[in-house]
């Protein structure tokens, strides 16, 4: 079992009203050192078998075709996780 | 009689506005489900306004892999006449059969109004019954109208007179260059935000100069199509 980790941001040039909407909320709650927040997707892809070179590569294909739109969007980046053992706290996280 | 298939999507919300208003301009509605392969020889196809597949990934992202929208991109790029309202714009978007996203407003907040436009252009098929520079009342309703595409873009939309539909007065949403509708090079194919479904008949429009809620100047977009459709198949 693996886990491919897609991580999509809106293109930097694309006004980010989910993240004006959280920046505007940050400083209420006494958060005021941060200037700005831009607030982007993480999709998590299960394949039962390792991640392959080409379980990644159909990873990117899925990413630029469905999960994220290139007009507004950049996939910043296509990467396989090993599944992290939660129950076992002798795993220190994920190794790379 | 021109026949007009209306797409319903999981989640769509104006397909019998849509029909209903199709019937008003002389035209024959026909209900396509999302699931079906054929047009069931519809002459026109309309991509009518709601949240399909509850708008989940982003707006249209989903709808625009939709076994209907295969056949329907074809047909677009075969010249048939294809509207995309609100929803139906972002599916559009999403088919690259026009360019551009829609993003969320930019106040952030859903949106619902009697929207002035300024069409144009009557150089497409949903147009053609207007004259350039005429002024409309549709309403408006959404959460994620603001246009966006790249300068580059834009200055395509611009130089090749395919923007349709301006803002007036205020632009309600932070869509660049104040754009409300597109349409692809062709002229068949056209998307806009606001709703000329909802715009059809007397007593339940825009307030106009004839009277509370007596707007019908949305009627206009179907029987354009009805004579482009006319006018090409004497020519």
């Known amino acids: 079992m693996a886990r491919v980790i897609v991580d999509i941001m809106p293109k930097p040039e694309i006004l980010d009203p989910q993240g004006k909407a959280v920046q505007g909320a940050l400083p209420r709650l006494g958060f005021g050192q941060f200037q700005a927040v831009r607030q982007g997707k993480r999709f998590e892809l299960e394949v039962t078998g390792p991640a392959t070179a080409e379980v990644l590569a159909a990873a990117h294909q899925a990413a630029v075709t469905l999960l994220s739109n290139p007009v507004i969007e950049d996939v910043v980046s296509v990467r396989a996780e090993p599944e992290p053992s939660l129950e076992d706290p002798t795993t220190q996280g994920p190794a790379a | ?235």
């Open chain 2, 1 to 235: 009689m021109i026949r007009f298939g209306v797409v319903t999507f999981p989640g769509t919300l104006d397909d019998r506005d849509a029909l209903r208003a199709v019937r008003l301009a002389g035209g024959e509605g026909v209900s396509l489900w999302h699931g079906d392969r054929t047009l069931h020889g519809c002459d026109a196809v309309i991509l009518p306004g709601g949240f399909s597949y509850g708008d989940y990934l982003r707006a249209g992202a989903i709808a625009r892999f939709a076994p209907v929208m295969e056949t329907i991109i074809q047909a677009a790029r075969g010249g048939m006449p294809v509207l995309g309202i609100c929803n139906g714009f972002q599916v559009l978007t999403e088919s690259h059969l026009l360019p551009g996203a829609m993003i969320k407003n930019n106040h952030r907040a859903f949106i619902c109004r009697e929207q002035p436009l300024r069409v144009e252009t009557s150089q497409t098929a949903w147009t053609s019954a207007f004259s350039p520079g005429q002024e409309i009342v549709i309403p408006l309703k959404n959460q994620d109208g603001q246009f966006q595409a790249s300068d580059r873009t834009l200055a395509e939309l611009e130089a090749e007179g395919r923007v349709v539909f301006r803002y007036q007065g205020w632009n309600p949403n932070g869509s660049r260059h104040d754009i409300a509708g597109i349409t692809n090079p062709a002229g068949n194919v056209v998307g806009l935000m606001p709703h000329p479904e909802h715009a059809v008949e007397p007593g339940f429009g825009p307030d106009s100069a004839a009277g509370a809620r007596a707007g019908q100047d949305g009627l206009g977009f179907f029987t354009s199509v009805i004579n482009w459709l006319s006018a090409g198949a004497a020519a």
